[in-house]
């Protein structure tokens, strides 16, 4: 293919392409877990190549194969590596930047809850340490960087008060100090935002979410350069975390029409943000495309073609005693811990994402009492801005 080709025709045409030998439109699930060794594989593999034949189901495989080029197409990266939760994918980036299993992380405040677990209940016991900093805040980074930090991990927006980050100051900042940088791009997508061409050194995903796109397939990927990449795969093989053939297929099935979902998803984001702002049950709606927002001129900068993504949150005047009967006044929206799916969902960050913190915690992560988070999917955004001025109004 002669690049460059837009986002829309690599979604549908990136990495295998039928052929008169193997003329499906639509791939074949392989789910061969052991592959025929024949002279050509011999001589790759006694040459300590056991990456580019086919020799058995958790060193590579090619439903994975197939979904992770098109992924690294969508990304820009040299390459994408797959794995069977985004958690999984997490785990081997951080033990790519430290194979030894010690080394001092600046994480941002503003993350997943998950990443947060995995390094204090389980990679801190084995000598990975984390320095906190508030990722709108630069001195906050350079007193972590200053503390010895070798990688800065940040989401490009945020959970759940979709705080975006300006990257390419983050990166600025990680390589003078000497540190890589690596982004949880999840909630953004390459549809709206690609963190590698504002200085990220390496992404993740968790492609559960909008990458696979329909709320059926637990799925997590590193992209990056070439060499990075090939150490993260060796990790994978010895640890075993590929992503099944099955789940593959799915993957790279939803691939073809992520650019149409996504940008299905930020336009109804955006008519819910600008409808819950007019309401006097709502004391403050999170969403870096509304012009007042504290983010929408960062946003601008680094997020693409006017998009601002398909996540929002907002603050009941009700406070936290209202936020469980306002989801359960839903017709349409569902109260489930996801995102990125064709269907919408809600969440209530106190009682899930972030539960155990105290207020004025939940305040130093950006969202304060009566929070919603709410995870657009593709449905018309009149209908949906209907359901919650609905249940406002209901209540
Ligand atoms: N990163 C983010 C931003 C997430 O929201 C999640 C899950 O919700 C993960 C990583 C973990 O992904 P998975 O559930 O696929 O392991």
Known sequence: MT????????????GRRPTPEDPDLSPPIRRATTFLQHPAVHELTDAGDWETPLVYSRYGAPNAADAEEVL???????RAVLFASGMAAIHAMLM???????????????????TTALLSKALTSLGFEVSLFDVRDTADLTAALDEGAGLVHVEGISNPAVAVADLPRLADQAHRAGALLSVDSTFATPVVQR??????????????????????????VVLG????????????????????PAAAWLLRRSLSTLGLRVAAQCRAASALAQALKERAEVTRVHYPGLADDPGHGLASRVLEGGLYGSMLAFELAAGDEGTRAFVSRLQLAVDAPSLGGVETLVSIPHLMS???LSEAERLGVGFG??????????????DLVADFVGALGAG
Not at 3 to 14: E, K, Q, R, Y
Not at 96 to 114: E, K, M, S, T
Not at 228 to 244: F, H, N, Q, W
Request: charged fraction near 20%; aromatic fraction near 4%; charge should be negative.
């Open 3 to 14: 690049p460059p080709l837009h986002f829309s025709t690599l979604a549908v045409h990136a």
């Open 72 to 78: 690294a197409a969508l990304e820009g990266a040299e």
């Open 96 to 114: 790519h930047v430290f194979p030894d299993g010690r080394g001092r992380i600046a994480l941002a405040r503003q993350i997943y809850g998950g």
């Open 195 to 220: 963190p590698l061409e504002h200085g990220a050194d390496l992404v993740v995903h968790s492609a559960t979410k909008a990458l696979a796109g329909h709320s059926d397939v637990t799925a997590g």
């Open 225 to 244: 350069s070439a060499a990075r990449m090939e150490s993260v795969a060796g990790y994978r093989k010895l640890t075993g975390a590929i992503l099944d």
């Open 354 to 356: 972030h539960t155990g």
């Open 369 to 382: 009492p009566g929070c919603i988070r709410v995870a657009c999917g593709i449905e018309h955004p009149e």
